[in-house]
């Protein structure tokens, strides 16, 4: 970040970054928005999804994701998701202009768009939403979406192992991971059925087991590690 350079980063501090369709790469920042740049000369373009906010988590952008149809997805620390166009203007904020009372707005630390068209909402603290449909909807305006949520619930060892959420993936079998801060990885082996997690916690005693408790990352190689 230089102030005195309007087209450079707008901050230091980076917590992701995506590649969109067209080559593009978007940069999110802390309290500094978002960065577009092309891959071919680096002037940032910089843009703010909340605007006129006393907090500074409404620029805070921990996730970025997007649909098979060009759009993308901005998720922010405040818990608003905002889905930009190809032109670059924001269409929709979610929940306030969709339709979407059910909605928990909480800390968006991670995104997934499933093979059904099913949005998938990590949470530092509120746990898994899922948003039925919406990423395959052109109108999302005059669509209604069912939302799941998903949390701990210590009396049913087939729930999420913790709600905090640091990162989601869906595999080449269709099989959706969930990445959390301190509650090891958990497996939902067929999201079109009901939704139970398999947990893979860090055992001292096991050498075989997972080697932390916090999840941060996850992604598959061409040989379909994972």
């Known amino acids: 970040h230089q102030p005195e350079n309007f087209y450079s980063l707008s ?10 369709h067209s080559k593009n790469l978007w940069i999110g920042t802390f309290q500094g928005g978002i960065n577009k740049t092309e891959l071919i000369h680096y002037d940032f373009d910089f843009k703010q999804p909340a605007r006129n906010v006393i907090s500074g988590t409404g620029n805070e952008v921990r996730s970025i994701i997007s649909d098979k149809k060009g759009r993308l997805w901005i998720g922010t620390k ?11 203007d924001i269409a929709y904020t979610i929940p306030d202009d969709l339709n979407m009372k059910e909605y928990v707005r909480s800390n968006v ?3 997934l768009e499933d093979n059904e068209g099913n949005l998938w909402i990590g949470t530092k603290g509120s ?3 899922r948003i039925s449909g919406i990423l395959k909807t052109e109108n999302l305006k005059k669509s209604r ?10 009396a049913d060892h087939t729930s999420l192992s913790n ?16 990445g959390t801060y301190n509650g090891g ?4 082996e067929d999201p079109s059925e009901r939704v139970k997690f398999r947990h893979f916690i860090h055992n001292a005693e096991d050498s075989c087991s997972i080697s932390g408790q916090r999840i941060r990352f996850i992604t598959q190689d061409r040989e379909n590690n994972l």
């Open 11 to 20: 901050s230091d501090n980076v917590l992701s970054i995506f590649e969109d």
């Open 78 to 88: 405040d818990g608003y998701i905002y889905c930009y166009l190809e032109s670059g």
């Open 109 to 111: 630390y991670a995104m």
């Open 127 to 129: 746990g898994l939403t």
């Open 145 to 154: 979406f069912d939302i799941s949520q998903y949390m701990n619930d210590p």
């Open 163 to 178: 709600d905090a959420i640091f990162s989601l993936y869906q595999d080449h079998l269709g099989q959706v991971w969930v």
């Open 185 to 188: 990885l958990n497996l939902i």
